[in-house]
């Protein structure tokens, strides 16, 4: 379930955000991202739990959620900066970047 978060989230940034028009496309997009894309927040701490165990996991799971706001950060900065005509293409890259992360086989969540 975690990874089809990626997965779901990604081809819908491709399919609805790009030809997002209006804003009832801009509702719509938000309420199937924020049904899909909020799995990835609530599935982390299982993650960890698998990964590292039960001992410390307030900690683990703060950390990697720590480790994610470079990219939070620096994404801001990159999306301003691209011209307004690379919208769709910027788009596009990122949601088959993110689908592509949920479609590869993790072998690592299956470890016991």
Known sequence: MFFCSFFIGGILQMVFWTVAQSYAAIIAFSALNGLIGSWFLSLLPVVCTKMFGVEGLATITG?????????????????????????????????STQGREGSVDNDWTKRN
């Not at 994610?68 to 690379?86: D, E, M, Y």
């Open 63 to 95: 950390f990697i959620i720590l480790a994610n706001a470079p990219g939070q950060f620096v994404g801001l900065v990159i999306g301003a900066t691209i011209p307004f005509v690379f919208w769709k293409q910027l788009d596009c890259n990122s949601g």
